[in-house]
């Protein structure tokens, strides 16, 4: 077949045969007789190797010229600006969306050929280019404002390819893929962040805020920029809201959908439901990260800590319980300000399962988690009729019905692109370690971040519990827990009971007994 045909054959291309034998007879002329046709054709052929990619997913910043087949769905206005130079004549851009069967990318048109893509309103000079248009194109790939861009240096209709996309005008998170722009979803509110702010490379201040947001398919963190941060302080949980103009990057082997200076999220009146899938407590292991929920049996109060950077963390703990067990979960960052109180039904999403105080396994919710109050059970102390109905009642509170779980997660941090040193402004617990117990004191040293040791400086009351009963106690409080034990609170204290009494959530009791421990051997209740 000869080496030309023969170097082709090993080529993975769209590139025809005989473009291929016209690019290595010209290489042949160019170099003046310092290659023949094998050298010349295995420079062609790795100039193309270099060039295609598989898909537009393949496409990354730092690539030399690619070479790319795609589908146009969606043509923006052509746009005028001035150059630097005095002389120099106004430039043109217009921005195309094009797509294949891997993703979705922004190509860039310049001057001329944006001109003969789009046309010129000026002069009624039509555009060439409608949506659904194949092209075939070859640009430098740049990281854009809108994630991964090309600028194109060629780019030429291809009236016999095919590529095979179903164009949408809205999203599910299903259906969302890396390098997916102009992106319209509508979702559930799940968790709210707050808006901070971080300094740029170039010195200017940016602002940054994060949602969590879902719908029957999953859920995905959305990211909001600059101007649009401050939308999160206009939304509250269970707020159902579209996305408009959002574009899809990943953070840490997850999708992230973000939102810059031409998108929007605004409230709708459509009802859109969330239903998470849980692990059961029993059956969690360590080195698992997970989706856990359950009744909350025990809170602790908020402990700060210094970090080896001079920054200061907090963390809280609150104890989840199930029908099938129960774990103690550490709050971490923002997550510490969560309004969390007994007998809440709480869902805990990207929960890191580590070993924790005296061998205990416990949870870890650090940036990537979100944790979400789902619903109050303040009004579910209704009386049981006997002792089954009355268990099977405590452990639909302390569990939270895990059918009925359907709202709320919890978001916490930024990301470092968009041309920002936004790592400085999230929270650094995105790899938290051992979490404090609430029996830790003051002083005690609590898990960093970054697995360092760290000393808190506000904490639970210093000292090694004790296995010595206190002195006889009485205490009077409502049962928020039936079980075994049972919890009493009386608006301001919760204390821990050991009782073989039948109580039912929502009674006021008194109990009268020793305290080891801070639990309460009761005996007598009335």
Same mark, same amino acid.
């Given at each position: 077949?000869?080496?030309?045909?023969?170097?082709?054959?090993?080529?993975?291309?769209?590139?025809?045969?005989?473009?291929?034998?016209?690019?290595?007879?010209?290489?042949?002329?160019?170099?003046?007789?310092?290659?023949?046709?094998?050298?010349? +054709?295995?420079?062609?052929?790795?100039?193309?190797?270099?060039?295609?990619?598989?898909?537009?997913?393949?496409?990354?910043?730092?690539?030399?010229?690619?070479?790319?087949?795609?589908?146009?769905?969606?043509?923006?206005?052509?746009?005028?600006?001035?150059?630097?130079?005095?002389?120099?004549?106004?430039?043109?851009?217009?921005?195309?969306?094009?797509?294949?069967?891997?993703?979705?990318?922004?190509?860039?048109?310049?001057?001329?050929?944006?001109?003969?893509?789009?046309?010129?309103?000026?002069?009624?000079?039509?555009?060439?280019?409608?949506?659904?248009?194949?092209?075939?194109?070859?640009?430098?790939?740049?990281?854009?404002?809108?994630?991964?861009?090309?600028?194109?240096?060629?780019?030429?209709?291809?009236?016999?390819?095919?590529?095979?996309?179903?164009?949408?005008?809205?999203?599910?998170?299903?259906?969302?893929?890396?390098?997916?722009?102009?992106?319209?979803?509508?979702?559930?509110?799940?968790?709210?962040?707050?808006?901070?702010?971080?300094?740029?490379?170039?010195?200017?201040?940016?602002?940054?805020?994060?949602?969590?947001?879902?719908?029957?398919?999953?859920?995905?963190?959305?990211?909001?920029?600059?101007?649009? +941060?401050?939308?999160?302080?206009?939304?509250?949980?269970?707020?159902?809201?579209?996305?408009?103009?959002?574009?899809?990057?990943?953070?840490?082997?997850?999708?992230?959908?973000?939102?810059?200076?031409?998108?929007?999220?605004?409230?709708?009146?459509?009802?859109?439901?969330?239903?998470?899938?849980?692990?059961?407590?029993?059956?969690?292991?360590?080195?698992?990260?997970?989706?856990?929920?359950?009744?909350?049996?025990?809170?602790?109060?908020?402990?700060?800590?210094?970090?080896?950077?001079?920054?200061?963390?907090?963390?809280?703990?609150?104890?989840?319980?199930?029908?099938?067990?129960?774990?103690?979960?550490?709050?971490?960052?923002?997550?510490?300000?969560?309004?969390?109180?007994?007998?809440?039904?709480?869902?805990?999403?990207?929960?890191?399962?580590?070993?924790?105080?005296?061998?205990?396994?416990?949870?870890?919710?650090?940036?990537?988690?979100?944790?979400?109050?789902?619903?109050?059970?303040a009004d579910t102390g209704a009386t049981a009729d006997t002792a089954t109905a009355e268990s099977e009642q405590a452990a639909a509170a302390a569990s939270?019905?895990?059918?009925?779980?359907?709202?709320?997660?919890?978001?916490?941090?930024?990301?470092?692109?968009?041309?920002?040193?936004?790592?400085?402004?999230?929270?650094?617990?995105?790899?938290?370690?051992?979490?404090?117990?609430?029996?830790?004191?003051?002083?005690?040293?609590?898990?960093?971040?970054?697995?360092?040791?760290?000393?808190?400086?506000?904490? +639970?009351?210093?000292?090694?519990?004790?296995?010595?009963?206190?002195?006889t106690v009485e205490f009077t409080g409502t049962v928020v827990q039936a079980g075994s034990p049972v919890i009493l609170d009386n608006g301001t204290e919760?204390?821990?009971?050991?009782?073989? +009494?039948?109580?039912?959530?929502?009674?006021?009791?008194?109990?009268?007994?020793?305290a080891t421990d801070g639990t309460i051997d009761a005996d007598d209740v009335f």
């Amino acid at each position: 077949m000869g080496v030309i045909a023969d170097e082709y054959e090993d080529l993975d291309t769209d590139v025809p045969l005989e473009e291929f034998r016209e690019a290595v007879e010209d290489k042949v002329e160019q170099m003046g007789g310092l290659a023949d046709e094998e050298t010349a +054709a295995k420079l062609i052929a790795h100039e193309l190797k270099d060039e295609e990619v598989n898909g537009i997913a393949d496409i990354e910043p730092g690539m030399d010229e690619v070479k790319f087949l795609g589908k146009v769905v969606s043509i923006g206005e052509l746009r005028t600006f001035e150059r630097d130079g005095e002389d120099e004549e106004d430039g043109r851009v217009v921005n195309l969306e094009v797509a294949d069967e891997t993703g979705q990318i922004r190509v860039s048109m310049w001057d001329r050929q944006a001109v003969s893509a789009v046309g010129d309103p000026e002069t009624d000079q039509p555009g060439e280019l409608d949506v659904g248009d194949v092209l075939r194109i070859a640009g430098r790939p740049k990281e854009g404002y809108n994630g991964v861009e090309v600028s194109v240096d060629k780019a030429e209709p291809d009236e016999e390819a095919e590529v095979d996309v179903d164009l949408q005008d809205s999203y599910r998170v299903e259906d969302l893929s890396l390098g997916l722009s102009d992106v319209n979803l509508t979702g559930q509110i799940l968790d709210v962040g707050s808006v901070r702010t971080f300094d740029r490379d170039d010195g200017s201040e940016g602002q940054v805020s994060n949602l969590s947001v879902g719908d029957p398919t999953g859920r995905i963190r959305v990211t909001l920029w600059d101007e649009q +941060a401050p939308l999160v302080e206009e939304f509250t949980d269970d707020d159902c809201v579209e996305i408009v103009d959002g574009y899809v990057k990943e953070r840490d082997g997850s999708l992230e959908l973000h939102v810059g200076s031409r998108g929007a999220v605004e409230t709708i009146d459509e009802s859109i439901e969330y239903v998470p899938e849980t692990t059961d407590i029993e059956s969690v292991e360590i080195g698992q990260t997970l989706d856990i929920a359950g009744g909350v049996i025990e809170t602790d109060s908020k402990r700060t800590f210094d970090r080896d950077d001079g920054s200061e963390g907090q963390v809280r703990n609150v104890r989840l319980r199930d029908e099938t067990g129960d774990i103690r979960v550490a709050l971490w960052g923002e997550k510490a300000d969560k309004e969390i109180e007994l007998a809440d039904r709480v869902l805990v999403t990207d929960a890191e399962i580590q070993d924790g105080y005296q061998d205990e396994l416990e949870a870890s919710a650090g940036w990537q988690s979100t944790v979400s109050v789902l619903e109050s059970d303040a009004d579910t102390g209704a009386t049981a009729d006997t002792a089954t109905a009355e268990s099977e009642q405590a452990a639909a509170a302390a569990s939270g019905g895990l059918s009925a779980f359907s709202e709320n997660e919890e978001s916490d941090t930024a990301d470092s692109t968009d041309s920002a040193s936004a790592d400085s402004a999230t929270e650094t617990s995105s790899t938290a370690a051992a979490t404090a117990s609430p029996e830790a004191a003051g002083g005690e040293t609590v898990a960093a971040a970054d697995g360092t040791a760290e000393t808190a400086t506000n904490g +639970a009351e210093a000292g090694t519990p004790s296995s010595e009963p206190d002195d006889t106690v009485e205490f009077t409080g409502t049962v928020v827990q039936a079980g075994s034990p049972v919890i009493l609170d009386n608006g301001t204290e919760t204390r821990q009971v050991e009782t073989a +009494a039948e109580l039912r959530l929502g009674e006021e009791v008194t109990v009268r007994g020793a305290a080891t421990d801070g639990t309460i051997d009761a005996d007598d209740v009335f």
